[in-house]
């Protein structure tokens, strides 16, 4: 029988940064880089993004969804602290209703330098808010057979999530324009299939040994086995605007996986 999983929970939410008075992006992860090009300490542990006005941050690993609610929400308030310390605001929407991809700095890290190399225009573009839970699952077979499963509920999730109806001052007629943009990168958007463990693993091997990707983490599909913790990360849906449609929506994806495993 397949052992239980542990479905303990964890969120990461990419965030904007923004002029309280313009309303336009602002930079401001480029004020915690230090000269050795690393994040300088601060209270949580701040994520750089392709973009200088957007900020990642992900809670502590969670057992119950209580416990992920208070951590989301002293996750956002810290965010929230820091940013009018400098005299800017945080907002969490999958993208921006009017600031232009075009005018944003890139952050001065060569991992970010390499995705731009790599992607061009289609990363520069890429100004958009994602959130993605992680729903613990020791089990690798499981893991995989989960991620065939939830492939149809995806765009499920998606719906519930949408937070992305405007782009460069217009409104796109879409709740999710984030995820029509996501689409032009490569290796994105609902999984393919993958049989067994064996599978994935040959398809990370082939294309980590033909020199297409590092490793795992480029797979960028909107449900993964993560390459490094032992979950599967639900990446479909766009960061929701009140904490608890997030952990609403994290719980469901919870409850999923508990059924799953039940059947």
């Known amino acids: 029988m397949i052992p239980r999983p542990s479905l303990s929970l964890g969120i990461e939410e990419e965030y904007q940064i923004i002029d309280p008075e313009t309303r336009e992006m602002r930079s401001f992860i480029t004020q915690f880089i230090g000269d050795d ?3 300088i300490m601060v209270e949580r542990d701040l994520k750089p993004e392709l973009h200088q006005s957007m900020v990642e941050l992900g809670t502590p690993v969670c057992p119950t969804v209580d416990d992920l609610k208070n951590e989301l929400i002293q996750q956002r308030s810290f965010l929230i602290n820091l940013a009018e310390q400098k005299g800017l605001r ?5 993208t921006h209703p009017f600031s232009r991809w075009l005018d944003q700095p890139v952050t001065p890290l060569p991992r970010y330098q390499g995705v731009l190399d790599d992607m061009q225009m289609l990363a520069q573009r890429l100004l958009i808010f994602g959130m993605h839970v992680h729903v613990g699952i020791e089990d690798r077979a499981f893991a995989v057979d989960c991620m065939n499963v939830v492939r149809y509920m995806l765009p499920h999730l998606l719906a519930l999530s949408t937070s992305s109806p405007f782009w460069l001052g217009r409104k796109t007629g879409l709740k ?16 393919e299939l993958c049989r067994s463990v064996s599978d994935w693993d040959n398809l990370i091997n082939t294309l980590v040994n033909t020199g297409c990707v ?3 983490s480029k797979i960028w599909w909107d449900a993964r086995p993560h390459h490094k913790y032992p979950t599967l990360e639900f990446r479909a849906c766009d960061i929701c605007t009140r904490v608890d449609e997030a952990i609403a929506l994290a719980a469901l ?4 996986v508990l059924w799953l495993w039940k059947m």
């Open 214 to 216: 590092p490793d795992g």
């Open 90 to 94: 945080v907002v969490a929407a999958a």
């Open 176 to 191: 999710s324009y984030r995820a029509l943009i996501f689409e032009d990168f490569p290796r994105s958007g609902v999984p």
């Open 253 to 256: 994806m919870q409850a999923i």
């Open 37 to 39: 090009g690393k994040v």
